[in-house]
Nanobody, 123 residues
Framework: QVQLVESGGGLVQAGGSLRLSCAASGRTFSTYAMGWFRQAPGKEREFVSAISRSGGGTYYADSVKGRFTISRDNAKNTVYLQMNSLKPEDTAVYYC????????????????WGQGTQVTVSS
């Protein structure tokens, strides 16, 4: 089992940047594919980005491609989401998730979830 704790959210103006971090407990972090999802008020949770266990494979939603970068440091049991050129439509609660096995883009594939961190982008 793994526990996930997100940090780094906050309020930023449009065009600004934020870096989210997700710290995982346990000694088997490198065996989990990791993903970031987000949920805006009144909307369903949606896929943002995912990274394979080794970090060699990364995946992005079309809406964030070219602006967001996912990375991981298996020595630090941490996954990151660098968010640049933020837009008001990026406003949401961002969740970190861990998945046993291969990387995926569907929330139902993920076994463990963090509590979420709020990102608010003002226009």
């Amino acid at each position: 089992q793994v526990q996930l704790v997100e940090s780094g959210g906050g309020l930023v103006q449009a065009g600004g940047s934020l870096r989210l971090s997700c710290a995982a407990s346990g000694r088997t972090f490198s065996t989990y594919a990791m993903g970031w999802f987000r949920q805006a008020p009144g909307k369903e949770r949606e896929f943002v980005s995912a990274i394979s266990r080794s970090g060699g494979g990364t995946y992005y939603a079309d809406s964030v491609k070219g602006r967001f970068t996912i990375s991981r440091d298996n020595a630090k049991n941490t996954v990151y989401l660098q968010m640049n050129s933020l837009k008001p439509e990026d406003t949401a609660v961002y969740y970190c998730a861990a998945k046993i096995g291969q990387v995926g883009t569907l929330s139902l594939e993920y076994n463990y979830w963090g509590q979420g961190t709020q990102v608010t982008v003002s226009s």
